[in-house]
């Protein structure tokens, strides 16, 4: 057996060095964490005992930690883990459940009982506190990370009465790391740039990660996951948390280097309405507790400043609008390990303590309050249910128009957040549309989710405040594109069909054709589809106008950019090709339809039409990043296209683009950020690339303005200088508040869209719901009156704050522009149609321009005079 103390006081006394380049921090032994005055079990290891040195001296590899806390809890019967998923890069997520051997023993009870004690007119349940710790959901912030190996090391090897007390009255939940991926991204930059000696200069490289290493795999913020659920890395943290509803969640951070620390219960005004004043008052509570041990040490600290409580879809703001108390830590950063700082020097092992600490005291203050804290729990889903039976609204209808893969994942989604879905079981005539039986589904509001419900349908449009850390509006009906209504005077129960949950979308494979097939586009894989024909070079036809086409089913509608597949003229044998569109309707679930024959009814064209029938060509797309451009933008494009359609991207850094084949790419997508502009060497080459090669540049945000300055001369339009007006004096103390009036942080925008535009094709309506982030407008094309393919409504706020300044700056101009430039074609989005991708709607419109934009012909009238 390895003897973890001799080692331990070899390490202390200097007699172990580390082998490799990192910088060395402060380095800390165990006994640097241990609590004054308790025992601990020398039988438990330390860190050093396991990975070599102390935790704050070299960065901690994941599978060192994992290795670290599975031995931890392999080795004690306080202390069981799981693997509950995986990141995209395969790493293991660990959840770990920490309490007495008396309560293992009865875990499950102890589970079932607290949640059947949420249930209205349950008796209250007399076990221990539900508590949940989660760490490292970004990958920059190392000491949250860390700070789970003295958190368990803890748990585990800490001996008397205290630690006794402490797990007999309380269930730990832990999550060990949340984002394993970002976090070793951040090992990696702090090893490649460390040495020997360590250097704390603030300009050093090796502190320069926050960006890169901050979130997973397709560079997406995992802390804005919590509600809109499309990675894995949060889809297997949220079961986990709805498996158990913890009464308080405490979620671990860091902040800019200089930069104290700080821990909830935040801005006293930025609250979302649907969490209840009592929230605040209970971690109040929990708060004194942090309070009473940094003001043991002198810490400086702040608890009511700098962070809201409002957008729902954060760590510690999504639990207050699930009946648990939400409690946010943020210190200042030590990024590389070590660094200079106008307060002092800052060191990662003195972060990691303080969040090890701070856990501790949760978990105190959440015992000593727990009696009040559980039944503010109970009182939480009860109120939501009286709520719900005061609502005039009884519940929500929706669909999907066409697209069942799209009402799918939304009910996926409800059901992730524990909300039940139903069937609608006939049909129902609400606000002037008629929501079809088998095809619509209902959400009761009478639920224990209701608030939950609210938060995610309601659109709000009038705030107290107009200081948002996030988005203000995430009405997820909108941005899923769906039709739906709230249900009042509509509402009977007998609409209330059998409980859903996502379906198996695998289609049946279409009869052998002996003259082609057809893919409806409006399906939302509809694109995978197509990709996967493209890259068995396939010859394709895609309809640019509506045809009724003979199929197995009989005659059946298409829309534009209907996919059809012929059989003449292709390399492939008949067998071949079926067996891959049998492929697609069984593994992409979009409906494949056997051809019958290729005169069409109903004054449709036919199917040899070459102007209604084009050929398309497979997409190589080139995906910009870095050099000023968000690295969350670039991300969610690298994610739609990669991991959802299966179309391969090639990365390239905005600013290397010499020495670059640009015959190889049909599509450029440059995203937006604080600098798009493309050097002016690089700017002359893809516009070349654009004009005489066919390429279709595809631009978003910042970019998109960029591209009309660079491409077709348009400068955005500046505030005339003379007609500005001297401002009247402020007080200062409103800087905040005022400097924040005309900031678009995150809202929902209507906009009014062509179907009949190649950009346009699959949408069932002219009402396309898209996020907006900024403020500048796009300057509407000259010359060509067909290019804007969507432009914002006369009132386009749908959800979330825009002052009404900016509503009228906006209204009426473009949203969407696609023009020709030469043989090719730009496209110009003013949003990001793949925000956090979640807005399934805009997200077609992207994957359009990625199909069909070569599709787009150039108008041949004149139109100067009009």
């Not at 057996?1 to 331990?8: F, L, V």
């Not at 920059?140 to 009465?161: I, N, V």
């Not at 001297?726 to 800087?735: C, G, K, Q, V």
């Amino acid at each position: 057996m390895t003897d973890h103390r001799a080692i331990r006081h070899a390490f202390a006394g200097g007699l172990i060095l580390a082998a490799g380049l990192a910088s060395p921090a402060m380095a800390e032994p165990i006994e640097f964490y241990q609590v004054e005055g308790i025992a601990y079990d020398d039988s438990v290891p330390a860190p050093e005992d396991m990975i070599g040195w102390g935790v704050g001296e070299r960065p901690v590899r994941h599978e060192q930690m994992v290795a670290y806390l599975t031995e931890i809890a392999n080795g004690s019967d306080r202390i069981s883990v799981e693997t509950i998923g995986y990141t995209h890069e395969r790493r293991p997520i660990l959840f770990f459940v920490v309490t007495s051997p008396d309560n293992h023993a009865r875990i499950d009870d102890i589970r079932a009982s607290h949640l059947a004690s949420l249930q209205p007119g349950a008796p209250a349940h007399d076990g221990p506190a539900i508590l949940w710790l989660n760490y490292g959901v970004h990958g920059a912030e190392s000491a949250g990370m860390d700070a789970s190996m003295p958190t368990l090391y803890h748990l585990a090897a800490a001996q008397g009465p205290q630690i006794e007390a402490m797990l007999d009255n309380s269930v730990i939940l832990i999550t060990a790391i949340f984002n394993p991926d970002g976090h070793s991204r951040r090992v990696n930059h702090v090893e490649t740039f460390g040495g020997d000696v360590a250097r704390t200069d603030p300009a050093h490289e090796q502190h320069n990660l926050w960006t890169t290493a901050r979130t997973n795999h397709y560079w997406f913020d995992l802390n804005r996951q919590w509600l809109l659920q499309t990675q894995p890395e949060s889809q297997a943290w949220l079961e986990q948390w709805h498996e158990w509803k913890p009464q308080v969640s405490a979620d671990f951070h860091e902040m800019g280097t200089e930069s104290t620390f700080y821990f909830h219960p935040g801005e006293p005004l930025r609250r979302n309405p649907l969490i209840p004043e009592r929230a605040r008052d209970l971690t109040l509570g929990i708060a004194q507790h942090h309070i009473d041990f940094l003001d043991s040490e002198a810490r400086l600290y702040t608890s009511e400043e700098g962070f809201d409580n409002f957008y729902v879809g954060k760590g510690s703001t999504y639990p207050q609008v699930n009946g648990s108390l939400g409690i946010l830590f943020e210190i200042g950063a030590a990024r590389g390990g070590l660094i200079e700082a106008e307060r002092g020097l800052v060191s990662h092992g003195d972060n990691v303590r303080t969040h090890f600490r701070t856990s501790l005291t949760t978990i105190e203050g959440g015992i000593a309050g727990h009696d009040e804290i559980a039944a503010y729990q109970r009182e939480f889903f009860a109120n939501a249910l009286a709520a719900a039976g005061r609502d005039r609204d009884r519940g929500f209808v929706f669909t999907a128009d066409g697209d069942p893969a799209r009402a799918n994942m939304f009910v996926d989604l409800l059901n992730r957040h524990d909300i039940r879905v139903n069937q609608l079981a006939r049909d129902v005539r609400s606000n002037g549309r008629t929501y079809r039986a088998g095809e619509s589904y209902v959400v009761e509001l009478n639920q224990p989710q209701y608030t939950m419900i609210r938060s995610m349908f309601d659109r709000v449009t009038t705030f107290e405040e107009n200081i948002f850390y996030d988005v203000s509006g995430w009405t997820l009906p909108l941005a899923y594109d769906l039709e739906y209504a709230a249900l009042g005077r509509d509402w009977s129960a007998d609409l209330v069909g059998s409980e859903t949950g996502p379906a198996d979308l695998a289609q049946p494979a279409p009869p052998s054709s002996n003259y082609g097939y057809v893919l409806r586009w409006s399906d939302y894989n509809a694109p995978r589809g197509l990709y996967r024909l493209l890259d068995a070079d396939i010859r394709v036809r895609v309809a640019t106008e509506p045809a009724t086409i003979a199929t197995h089913h009989g005659a059946t509608a298409f829309g534009p950019g209907a996919v059809f597949v012929p059989l003449v003229g292709q390399d492939s044998d008949r067998e071949t090709i079926h067996q891959l569109v049998s492929a697609i309707a069984r593994e992409d679930g979009v409906a494949v339809h056997a051809v019958m024959s290729g005169s069409t009814a109903g004054g449709s064209p036919d199917l040899g039409d070459g102007n209604a029938f084009r050929s398309v060509r497979r997409p190589e797309v080139l995906v910009l990043f870095d050099d000023g451009l968000a690295s969350y933008d670039a991300g969610e494009v690298w994610h739609q296209l990669d991991h959802r359609m299966h179309v391969p991207v090639t990365l390239r850094r905005k600013d290397d683009l010499g020495g670059l084949d640009w015959s190889r790419y049909t599509h450029l997508v440059i995203v937006g950020g604080g600098n798009t502009d493309l050097s002016a060497r690089s700017a002359e080459r893809v516009g070349q690339w654009i004009r005489e090669d066919g390429g279709v540049l595809v631009t978003m945000r910042q970019a998109s303005r960029m591209a009309q300055s660079t491409f077709f001369n348009l400068e955005a339009d500046e505030e005339d200088e003379t007609d500005s007006e001297t401002p009247d004096r402020r007080n200062y103390a409103e800087m905040g508040v005022d400097d924040a009036e005309h900031v678009i942080g995150g809202a929902i925008f209507d906009t009014d869209l062509d179907p009949s535009h190649p950009i346009g094709f699959g949408y069932g309506d002219r009402d396309l719901p898209v996020h907006r982030n900024t403020s500048f407008t796009l300057q509407r094309p000259e010359h060509d009156p067909f290019a804007v393919v969507a432009e914002y409504t006369e009132t386009p706020l749908l959800s979330g704050y825009a002052s009404q300044r900016r509503q009228d700056e906006i209204a009426g101009t473009p949203a969407i522009i696609a023009q020709r430039l030469g043989r090719g074609t730009v496209v110009m989005f003013a949003d990001n149609p793949t925000f956090r991708a979640t807005f399934r709607g805009t997200e077609r419109a992207f994957m359009n321009a990625i199909f069909f934009g070569s599709l787009i012909d150039r108008p041949s009238g004149d139109y100067e005079e009009e």
